[in-house]
Structure formats: C-alpha cells, structure tokens
C-alpha cells in the first residue's frame, strides 16, 4: 500500500519561505510523476508542480511565476516544494500525490495517490 507523508506546512509572513516534504513509502522510481497541489477553503483543488522521476523533467502552475521549485531525492523517496515569497494567496493546505501513468499530469484525477495535506498559512 503506498502512503505519502507531508510536512514542513506552518504559519509564515508574507515574503517568507516554507519547504515541503513528502516521503513515500514504497520506492519512488516506482512512479513516473509526483505532484503538489493545493486546495483553500471553497475553492477547487488546483496543480502547483510536478516533477518526472526519470529525467527530472519539472512543471508548475501559472500562478507559481518562479517562486517555488519542486526537486526529488531518490535515495530517501522524497519529494520537496521549496516555496519562496510567500503571498496571502498562497493559504491552503497542500497536498503531494504520485501515479504510475497517466495523462495530464495537472489533473487532480491522473493521481491516484495522495498524502493527507499539510496546511500553509500565510499572514500579510
């Protein structure tokens, strides 16, 4: 059974810095794509970035604009969300996720695996 831990969430000031983690379970060369994504309340769960586990091939959502980056280790099955210049807007709780094949890897429903979430809140 695959489980994806997420952590490093918490409370920062606009213009801060948070990273992420996710530790998998099982192997990750086993997955073609891990992923983030994010959900704040009422809104719908939306693509923040995902990396390729052959080649490292990364993709982010428009609204990232050069502030997070999104890097793997394969010797411990993490995945990381380095997040810089935080924003109010970027308040949510965030959630990594992995597959093994699929299409579009911004889509919520290519990923049949997913941590928990962690929550990001970010105060101005």
């Known amino acids: 059974q695959v489980q994806l831990v997420e952590s490093g969430g918490g409370l920062v000031q606009a213009g801060g810095s948070l990273r992420l983690s996710c530790a998998a379970s099982t192997r990750t060369f086993t997955f073609n794509v891990m992923g983030w994504f994010r959900q704040a309340p009422g809104k719908e769960r939306e693509f923040v970035a995902a990396?390729?586990?052959?080649?490292?091939?990364?993709y982010y959502g428009d609204f990232v604009k050069g502030r997070f980056t999104i890097s793997r280790d394969n010797a411990k099955n993490t995945v990381y969300l380095q997040m810089n210049n935080l924003k109010p807007e970027d308040t949510a709780v965030y959630y990594c996720?992995?597959?093994?094949?699929?299409?579009?890897?911004?889509?919520?429903?290519?990923?049949?695996?997913w941590g928990q979430g962690t929550q990001v809140t970010v105060s101005s």
């Open positions: 990396i390729r586990w052959s080649g490292g091939s990364t």
């Open positions: 996720s992995a597959r093994r094949a699929g299409w579009d890897i911004t889509q919520v429903d290519q990923y049949p695996y």
